[in-house]
């Protein structure tokens, strides 16, 4: 659904959007996604041409769990490409990361630690249900710890300088992701890739895990979108695009109380 709202704006926008669904668990485990996300990188790069699209100009965006495993799909292809004998590096896709002009992640868990682990269990995600999820091999899918493992070490220069933009969206009010996970994840990245790359991270007053991709545009907030919008001008070569001003997209797309409702019974 998400994906859907998210297509029906930029599109209107003038981007070409692509919206990949991923396998999920317990059909596979979070390793398997990743292999997802390659396929679909791989996907865009060899046929978003045909859709008007260009393959040197991609913008990724992922919400969530997804958000999670594109991150890691990134960090993978790109430890790859500079490290050839790191075994944890091999990557399926053929997608080149000179054409990802910018990573955006939406209340993502690019934090795999304590506060993180909290959440999972209030969910009903216990401990062994966590490892099995992650093939038991959580540590090595944390980009954080990623970060971490990268840090003084001699790859660290090449990785910072084959990394896209990053911007990090979070609500402030978000159960499912706390906030302190995004702002670890910004604070580390920001850190690490000082004066070589642009880290940004935007803060939705009151909004939840979902509030900016679904709750939001139901009720005609467009935020998460506009600012979206903003990247694709920013990090791309791509002419410059206004947010479209037709009543029919910036309305509501339902009642305001039935959007309460649905905040109010939403788990997440």
Not at 72 to 99: C, Q
Not at 108 to 123: A, C, D, E
Not at 215 to 224: N, Q
Request: with cysteine; hydrophobic share 35%; glycine share 6%.
């Amino acid at each position: 659904m998400w994906g859907a709202l998210l297509a029906r704006a930029l599109t209107a926008a003038g981007v070409v959007v692509v919206i990949p669904d991923l396998r999920n668990y317990p059909l596979v485990s979070i390793p398997q996604m990743v292999d997802d996300v390659d396929s679909a990188l791989d996907w865009t790069s060899n046929n978003i041409s045909q859709y008007g699209g260009d393959p040197t100009n991609i913008v990724v965006v992922g919400q969530s769990a997804g958000g999670h495993v594109a991150c890691v799909a990134l960090f993978r292809k790109i430890r790859k490409n500079i490290d050839k004998n790191n075994d944890n590096a091999k990557s399926n896709g053929e997608w080149m990361t000179s054409h990802i002009k910018g990573f955006a992640a939406v209340s993502s868990p690019l934090n795999l630690g304590s506060p993180l682990t909290k959440s999972f269990r209030r969910l009903g995600f216990d401990d062994v249900m966590v490892d099995r999820m992650f093939g038991f091999q959580k540590d090595k899918y944390d980009p954080y710890l990623t970060l971490e493992e990268l840090q003084n070490s001699e790859l660290e220069h090449e990785f910072l300088k084959a990394l896209p933009p990053f911007c990090i969206y979070q609500g402030t009010d978000d159960k499912t992701v706390p906030f302190e996970v995004s702002e670890s994840f910004y604070r580390k990245l920001s850190n690490t890739s000082s004066n070589t790359k642009s880290v940004s991270f935007v803060l939705y007053d009151g909004w939840s895990h979902t509030d900016p991709i679904l709750e939001g545009p139901m009720d005609a907030d467009h935020r998460l979108h506009k600012d979206l919008l903003d990247n694709v001008n920013e990090w791309t070569t791509v002419p410059n695009l206004t947010w479209p001003t037709c009543r029919r997209l910036n309305g509501r797309l339902c009642p305001h109380f039935m959007v309460e409702i649905s905040r109010f019974i939403n788990p997440f």
